[in-house]
């Protein structure tokens, strides 16, 4: 079996050379290869059939993983592990897929078990993996990475938009006449609003500190902001401050040309209950709207009430399509 190394040259490593049982579920003996862009083009594509998965690989960056498996040496599947941003040691096992053909042989769980053995021969400690519940093949996706040793820890409430040229007319007529007031009273209080873009670098800094920021340190700023390759939109997210400290952010990235992600919205502690959470959504929907994008969605946690109020309160003004993603952990050490 072989990896690719950053220089794309080849060298042995030893995952699961044999077929084993893991708990009662035999794992079958295939080969794994870490594959770059042009790689899985070539070997995978076409194979997979699978428009979701060319999409995360293309998320790949530096420090991520794109993962071929082999059976005597036909492509069978392939995962993808995203740094995205967690802790040093932790990876997000973010999509896996077997060739349809050749599905319900077993093949899922052995990519489950090389790719966790994979993450732990590259210093890795733990895995997460999300599950969106109204998805196809939840059923089975989740019975695999259960076998496996991955644990439930959180639910989330998924909201997606299509917005349409009426839906986004009405929506921008309500947005003005709303976030006048909004932005009038919140400017009595203090608060003001810069886009990361335009936002002095003491803010930034501020906002960035991963060791004294005021928010959820679950879920860190900073890479978000620097990791992604080019998804992070600074002119589309926003800080809300008072007196040049951090109050609430939005963190928005580019899934395509017509379409965002909301993928953090959060209020520092001090703040909460303040209802300046909304300041800085409500300025990166206005300037999504004003760009005429034609789709949106948001990922929030459910213990995180008060982001799970606004969305909900803001896309229930548009057409909006909720689902449950389950989120999942495994300790690999």
Not at 5 to 28: D, E, M, P, Q, Y
Not at 119 to 128: K, P, S, V
Not at 170 to 198: I, P, T
Not at 229 to 240: E, Q, R, T
């Amino acid at each position: 079996m072989y990896v690719t190394t950053r220089n794309n040259t080849f060298r042995n490593v030893s995952l699961l050379a044999t077929s084993c049982i893991l708990g009662r579920v035999k794992i079958l003996d295939i080969d794994l290869k870490q594959l770059n862009y042009l790689e899985y083009a070539v070997y995978f594509q076409s194979v997979l059939c699978s428009p979701l998965m060319q999409y995360y690989v293309r998320l790949a960056t530096a420090g991520d993983h794109i993962l071929g498996f082999f059976d005597e040496g036909i492509p069978v599947a392939s995962a993808v592990l995203l740094h995205r941003n967690y802790a040093p040691g932790c990876l997000e096992l973010m999509y896996f897929c077997v060739a349809p053909t050749l599905r319900t042989r077993g093949y899922g769980h052995a990519v489950v078990a090389k790719t966790i053995a994979f993450a732990r021969e590259q210093g890795n400690r733990e895995l997460i993996c999300r599950l969106t519940r109204n998805a196809p093949f939840f059923d089975t996706a989740q019975h695999i990475i259960e076998a496996a040793g991955f644990h439930f820890v959180e639910d989330a409430h998924i909201f997606r938009c299509e917005i349409d040229v009426p839906a986004s007319e009405k929506w921008q007529r309500s947005v003005s006449m709303y976030f006048e007031k909004l932005r009038d009273r919140l400017n009595r209080q203090g608060f003001s609003c810069v886009s990361f873009a335009h936002a002095d670098d003491n803010l930034l800094y501020s906002v960035m500190d991963d060791f004294d920021t005021g928010f959820d340190n679950r879920y860190p700023i900073a890479p978000l902001v620097s990791g992604l390759g080019g998804h992070f939109l600074p002119d589309y997210s926003f800080i809300a401050h008072k007196d040049g400290i951090p109050a609430a952010v939005t963190i928005v990235l580019r899934a395509d040309n017509e379409s965002l992600v909301f993928q953090l919205i959060s209020e520092t502690e001090g703040f909460k209950r303040s209802g300046v959470l909304l300041l800085p959504v409500m300025c990166s929907f206005d300037r999504m709207l004003s760009f005429e994008y034609k789709r949106v969605s948001y990922c929030v946690f459910s213990c995180n009430t008060a982001s799970l109020k606004v969305m909900k309160d803001l896309f229930g003004r548009l057409t909006a399509h909720e689902t449950i993603m389950l989120c999942y952990r495994s300790e690999i050490e």
